[in-house]
Nanobody, 125 residues
Framework: VQLQASGGGLVQAGGSLRLSCAASGRAYSRYNAGWFRQAPGKEREFVTAIRWNAGSTYYADSVKGRFTISRDNAKNTVYLQMNSLTPDDTAVYYC???????????????????WGQGTQVTVSS
C-alpha cells in the first residue's frame, strides 16, 4: 500500500483545510486509517483514526469538535476536515493505515503498518 497525503497549506487562525490521503491498492478499503502530526521539536502524535468500514472514529482531545475524519472506500481515500484551526495545529500531517483491523490500539503510532509522506499545515495567528 502506498499512501499520498495532500491538501496542506498556509491558513489563518480560525480557518479550515481538508487533507486527503489517497491510497494505491484495493485492500486499502479494508484497512483502518489514521492521521498523526508532528510539530517542530515535538514527537509525532495521534490526531484521529477511522475503522475500515467507517463504523467508529477516534479523536485526540485537542481536536475533538474541530476535526472530522471520513473515508470514501470507492475512491480509496481518507479525508481530514480541519476547522477552527489554531497555531497549535501547525505540523506535518501524516496519514497511515493499519492492517490487522482489530486488537491494536489505533491511538498508538506503532500500530500502523503504512505511512504517507506527510503534508505541511501552517496556521498563522
Amino acid at each position: 500500500v502506498q499512501l499520498q497525503a495532500s491538501g496542506g497549506g498556509l491558513v489563518q487562525a480560525g480557518g479550515s483545510l481538508r487533507l486527503s490521503c489517497a491510497a494505491s491498492g484495493r485492500a486499502y478499503s479494508r484497512y483502518n486509517a489514521g492521521w498523526f502530526r508532528q510539530a517542530p521539536g515535538k514527537e509525532r502524535e495521534f490526531v484521529t483514526a477511522i475503522r475500515w468500514n467507517a463504523g467508529s472514529t477516534y479523536y485526540a482531545d485537542s481536536v475533538k469538535g474541530r476535526f472530522t475524519i471520513s473515508r470514501d472506500n470507492a475512491k480509496n481515500t481518507v479525508y481530514l476536515q480541519m476547522n477552527s484551526l489554531t497555531p497549535d495545529d501547525t505540523a506535518v500531517y501524516y496519514c497511515s493505515s493499519e492492517t490487522v483491523l482489530y486488537g491494536r490500539n489505533l491511538y498508538e503510532e506503532s500500530s500502523y503498518d503504512y505511512w504517507g509522506q506527510g503534508t505541511q499545515v501552517t496556521v498563522s495567528s
